[in-house]
């Protein structure tokens, strides 16, 4: 044995071995599985230590007193008060009873956060700069023939910033495959039993060349549901008014015909279709919306 192997076992023999040992965030989960559902009660904050800053989305009271401010005509509005005078929004929040309003990612606990993909990694300013709106409709809509007393549907609404392009002036493919699988996941928990979902398949079809700096809607709902298992169905569109925007006054969008998806400046990006499965090991699952 050479002397340099001799020199080495010796060094590594003398030394504690725990201080080269690499912390995995994913380890608390995993060991949470191994001992069974009956330890996935867990707080939040011990099932994912905190170790940096999570980044941010935009709160509505944040985005009143601080804009977006990627170019200067962003100063004059916010996106939040842009989601307001959308026509489709302002119809869903009159049927509060059949679509339910909710912003799934500001009810992740921070230390999960932080590690959630969307609701950490891709927010914040240039990104996705405020939380998705999504509206969830337990009940049977137009399309959806089988499994009456199972379906769902979701529409959502978001903002896509310039940094997440692939090709500059152009969307990353990847992001909008992302999207879809976030708003799914959430349409096909809403009809299996314990409100847990995976992805088992997920096939994009991209018609359009997505844009950054709009707001797009989402709209998805499940087909089929069988079992553990709920298939799903979506389409992405963006909305004609181009960011940054000039307001008048009031803050208030002078063509409302801009935020129409009806509009004929309005392009619908990619459609999908999904096969959501809810796993076995549901129960000893860390739950991480709270609405």
């Known amino acids: 044995m050479s002397t340099i192997s001799q020199t080495a076992r010796r060094f590594f023999r003398s030394q504690n071995l725990s201080t080269f040992r690499i912390y ?42 601080k804009p977006v401010t990627q170019s200067p005509h962003h100063e004059s509005t916010t ?39 969307v609701g950490g990694s891709l927010a914040g300013p240039g990104k996705l700069a405020f939380a998705p709106y999504m509206w969830l409709s337990t009940g049977k809509t137009e399309g959806q023939t089988e499994n009456a007393d199972r379906a769902s549907s979701v529409v959502s609404v978001f903002h896509i910033g310039q940094d997440l392009c692939g090709h500059p002036g152009f969307v990353h493919g990847g992001l909008l495959t992302v999207l879809f699988d976030e708003v799914f996941a959430r349409c096909a928990s809403a009809v299996l039993p314990s409100g847990l979902g995976m992805t088992a398949n997920l096939n994009v079809d ?6 950054p700096d709009r707001m797009y809607v989402l709209r998805t709902k499940t087909v089929k549901v069988e079992g553990r298992k709920a298939w799903v169905e979506g389409r992405m ?3 004609p008014l181009t960011l940054p925007l000039s307001v008048d006054s009031n803050g208030v969008v002078s063509d409302a015909s801009l935020l129409k998806e009806d509009n004929e400046g309005a392009v619908m990006v990619a459609e ?17 919306y709270a609405n």
């Open 24 to 65: 995995s965030p994913a380890a608390p989960i995993a060991r949470l599985h191994q001992q069974g559902p009956t330890r996935s009660a867990v707080v939040h904050n011990q099932a994912l230590p905190s170790q940096t800053e999570a980044p941010q989305f935009l709160s509505q009271t944040q985005s009143q007193s």
């Open 79 to 117: 996106l939040d008060a842009l989601v307001s005078q959308i026509p489709l929004v302002q119809t869903l929040r009159e049927t509060r009873s059949t679509y339910k309003e909710t912003r799934p990612h500001l009810a992740i606990p921070p230390p999960i956060r932080q590690h959630h993909f």
């Open 206 to 211: 991209f018609r359009k060349p997505a844009l």
């Open 237 to 239: 569109t963006y909305l």
């Open 272 to 288: 999908a279709k999904a096969l959501f499965i809810e796993p076995k090991f549901a129960d000893s699952m860390v739950k991480i």
